[in-house]
């Protein structure tokens, strides 16, 4: 038996729906002629907290700290339970896997780690679905590729994960007992590898924003007649000339008025070098891939990616 392992149930019944014969629905999974598809819900595993490696863990001190795990851990989370036991079934029955997680590190790890998680020995081809229509399933299903050329991508996902683990859990601990021993009792200050430099570059934007002053700044225009016809025509300042401002434009008056009085002066005439006429079409809009969908739905509706 082959056994499609998708990364989220949407993923799952469009690889399904691709495969020979007809599809059967069972709890947490689908058949076809051309064997079993079955789902995550993202990750379904959860890496272990401080105090699941040593029980003194569970009470911050700075004296433990860092905290580096000698051997990782991982749990299955409580709301995955459920469908990792239908995974885990399928796996024992499998005679190949079909890895289907997104072809990225996030979703190359997905998958991995259970099968990790699990001994996995059997053999693990690849697919790579970069759309989710028929022709795009059909054309990567006609080309799997062994699991095994992507252990570096595996290996790229861990070292994100275990950094944000190491980064999380020391630094929210040490910055929240440093702000405990200035008087904050009741304080958490959580930190992370991402969200932490995310929020300051959201901080000094908002901070930007209320000290904003506004600023005049200059263009100089001037309309030149042709025998054509006149047209006008915008002189630009050249970067490395005084008085602009980081987005290269003129704010220092003084320079600008000198500017004004020499293109002012006689002779006021010009000589027209080249110019450019260019016809451009734009095409039609292609259909949603599913990322483009997900990250639409998301932003107007709220929806989460495995909902789409």
């Known amino acids: 038996m082959r056994l499609y392992i998708a990364e989220k149930p949407s993923m799952g019944r469009e690889i399904a729906k691709c495969l020979r014969g007809p599809v059967q629905r069972h709890d947490g999974y689908l058949t076809t002629g051309d064997g079993v598809v079955t789902w995550l819900f993202g990750h379904i595993l959860r890496q272990a907290e401080p105090d699941e490696y040593d029980a003194r863990y569970k009470r911050w001190r700075a004296e433990d700290l860092p905290i580096i795990p000698q051997e990782w851990r991982l749990y299955v989370a409580k709301d995955s339970a459920k469908q990792f036991s239908v995974v885990k079934n399928l796996i024992e029955k499998a005679d190949e896997i079909v890895h289907a997680g997104d072809p990225d590190r996030e979703g190359q790890l997905l998958v991995d780690e259970v099968l990790d998680y699990l001994g996995n020995k059997k053999p693990v081809q690849r697919i790579l679905l970069n759309a989710l229509d028929e022709k795009s399933i059909k054309a990567a299903n006609a080309h799997l590729r062994p699991n095994s050329d992507f252990w570096n991508l595996k290996q790229s996902a861990l070292a ?17 007992l440093a702000a405990r021993r200035a008087g904050h009792d009741r304080i958490v200050l959580p930190i992370g590898r991402v969200k932490t430099p995310t929020l300051a570059l959201v901080v000094r934007r908002e901070r930007e924003i209320e000290n904003f002053q506004p600023v005049d700044y200059y263009h100089l225009r001037a309309t030149f007649e042709h ?8 002189w630009k300042p050249k970067d490395t000339m005084a008085g602009l401002d980081s987005e290269n434009r003129l704010v220092d008056k003084a320079v600008a008025e000198a500017k004004l009085r020499e293109l002012s002066e006689a002779p006021r ?10 016809k451009k079409q734009e095409p039609a809009p292609l259909p949603f891939s599913l990322s483009s969908l997900q990250v639409l739905a998301g932003k107007r509706y709220g929806y989460e990616p495995q909902l789409v």
Do not use: P
């Open 269 to 278: 005439t010009g000589r027209l070098t080249g110019y450019q006429k260019q």
């Open 227 to 234: 025998a054509n016809g006149s047209f006008v025509a915008e």
């Open 160 to 176: 994100r994960a275990r950094a944000d683990w190491l980064i999380g859990m020391n630094l929210s601990r040490a910055y929240t």
